[in-house]
């Protein structure tokens, strides 16, 4: 069973930072593209990070561009999304995901556009920046 476990999120102030690790089981990360996304209450969900297979290649939203950084380590099968100077609007719930199915042709793409065809998710885990 491909699954995907995310870990890391928590409370933190404002200014601050987390490092969420997206770990994989029942295969192996180094084929696929992997992005972050995440969903605030009562927003839809949007792709925040995406890094190729060779992670060669990243994208950044621009919520994220200077302050989050992503990464990968095929060797744990885990990649990182590393959130410094964490606002208030970065609370929410953050997901990774996999284009199993090497569906999208650039991590552009798999970020702004992605749907359904991402798979497997993760659970998600909350990150909330509060005071």
């Known amino acids: 069973q491909l699954q995907l476990v995310e870990s890391g999120g928590g409370l933190v102030q404002p200014g601050g930072s987390l490092r969420l690790s997206c770990a994989a089981s029942?295969?192996?990360?180094?084929?696929?593209?992997i992005g972050w996304f995440r969903q605030a209450p009562g927003k839809r969900r949007e792709g925040v990070s995406c890094?190729?297979?060779?992670?060669?290649?990243?994208y950044y939203a621009d919520s994220a561009k200077g302050r989050f950084t992503i990464s990968r380590d095929n060797a744990k099968n885990t990649v990182y999304l590393q959130m410094n100077s964490l606002k208030p609007e970065d609370t929410a719930v953050y997901y990774c995901?996999?284009?199993?199915?090497?569906?999208?042709?650039?991590?552009?793409?798999?970020?702004?556009?992605?749907?359904?065809?991402?798979?497997?998710w993760g659970q998600g885990t909350l990150v909330t920046v509060s005071s």
């Open positions: 890094i190729s297979s060779s992670g060669n290649s990243t």
């Open positions: 995901a996999a284009d199993s199915s090497g569906f999208y042709v650039s991590v552009q793409a798999m970020c702004v556009l992605f749907t359904g065809a991402l798979d497997p």
């Open positions: 029942g295969f192996t990360l180094d084929t696929y593209a």
